[in-house]
């Protein structure tokens, strides 16, 4: 692969690679011509103008600046991360994150701008938060230990409360409110937050994959 002057061109190719996708594929589903990214490919000095850039990282679920910084983190080795559960925003899901270490209901390519290092995976579960994560999509987080960090608070995060369900929520706390108690906000209107929720955990979530272009892979053997 030619080496491109542009840093958002070197890390989209890189990303395409990572997960096998064909350019004229994705330069439709862009909404840009067939031959866009074909034609971005052929010329090493070639840039794209900051709205086709975005269409091209909203398709791929990601932003600009993780496209970019693709083309430097680049992970040759593919490296496995395993899918451990399935979590909501509305219905109440169990999260099956008591596998042994790097193991999982299935394991899925390392996202080329992530460090596999302590990353883990959970798969989205029905349709409750709509448009932002669709039902099988991917969510990638990394949580070293039990507890709430103080990154947690404000973000959306993976959250697992104290009777083992797991959630996609915003987290957060108010003046006055109890130590080791946290309000969860969901992404619908449908679904109201929930108050004064004692958690065993929450990680921010660090990247999220569309169902499409997760690409799934089997763990070398040990």
Not at 87 to 104: E, F, I, N, T
Not at 109 to 128: F, H, M, N, R, T
Not at 146 to 152: D, H, I, Q, R, T
Request: overall charge negative.
């Amino acid at each position: 692969m030619d080496k491109h002057v542009d840093p958002f061109v070197e890390g989209l190719l890189r990303v395409m690679a990572a997960r096998k996708l064909k350019a004229s594929p994705l330069s439709k589903a862009a909404g840009l011509g067939e031959s866009f990214i074909r034609d971005l490919a052929s010329n090493p000095d070639s840039s794209p103008k900051i709205s086709n850039a975005q269409k091209l990282a909203d398709t791929l679920g990601l932003s600009i600046d993780d496209i970019i910084a693709a083309g430097t983190t680049y992970n040759d080795h593919r490296s496995p991360i395993a899918v451990v559960g399935h979590v909501g925003a509305g219905a109440r899901v169990p999260l099956s994150d008591s596998y042994a270490k790097g193991d999982g209901h299935y394991h899925v390519v390392c996202p080329p701008q992530l460090s596999p290092k302590g990353l883990a995976c959970v798969e989205i579960c029905g349709d409750s938060m709509e448009p932002a994560y669709l039902d099988g999509d991917l969510l990638f987080y990394s949580r070293p230990s039990m507890g709430v960090p103080s990154e947690a608070v404000g973000a959306r995060c993976i959250v697992e409360d104290e009777k083992g369900m797991a959630w996609v929520k915003l987290v957060r706390r108010r003046e006055g409110q109890p130590e080791g108690l946290f309000d969860l906000v969901s992404f619908h209107a449908d679904h109201p937050p929930m108050y004064d929720c004692a958690l065993h955990w929450a990680a921010p979530i660090l990247m999220h994959q569309q169902r499409a272009f997760a690409e799934r892979i089997e763990p070398a053997g040990d």
